[in-house]
């Protein structure tokens, strides 16, 4: 019987992994570092230009989801890559779908930035 890490240790563990993870995205995923950088970008602003604490809320947050969505693709296309390389209707739907997932989080960043800045 393996007992599984409980309280802190398992905090720790579960942190390790997430660093682990980013670090991996950093490091094969283009659009990731591409996604990171306007997030670093796009936070000073939204606390710039944010007049509430709700309206800056949603501007910092915003580009969170995109990089949130893209660790999701990003994990969803390795999965598919490691069950075989050969094209297949369904990998290339996953795919799609999760592209689709990144693009809806872009359009809310574009939709929440508009509604507050104009």
């Known amino acids: 019987m393996s007992l599984k890490p409980t309280g802190l240790s398992r905090i720790i563990k579960a942190t390790r992994y997430s660093f ?43 580009p969170m989801i995109v990089i949130l969505t893209e660790l999701i693709n990003s994990a969803l296309e390795a999965v598919v890559d490691r069950i075989g390389l050969e094209s297949h209707p369904l990998a290339g739907r996953a795919k799609d779908m999760g592209s689709a997932a990144v693009f809806v989080s872009i359009l809310i960043v574009i939709v929440i930035w508009t509604v507050i800045l104009i």
């Open 20 to 62: 682990a993870g980013i670090k991996a995205a950093w490091k094969y995923e283009a659009a990731f570092r591409q996604e990171f950088v306007g997030l670093v970008i796009l936070i000073p602003l939204g606390l710039f230009l944010g007049k509430s604490g709700v309206e800056k809320a949603l501007l910092i947050s915003s």
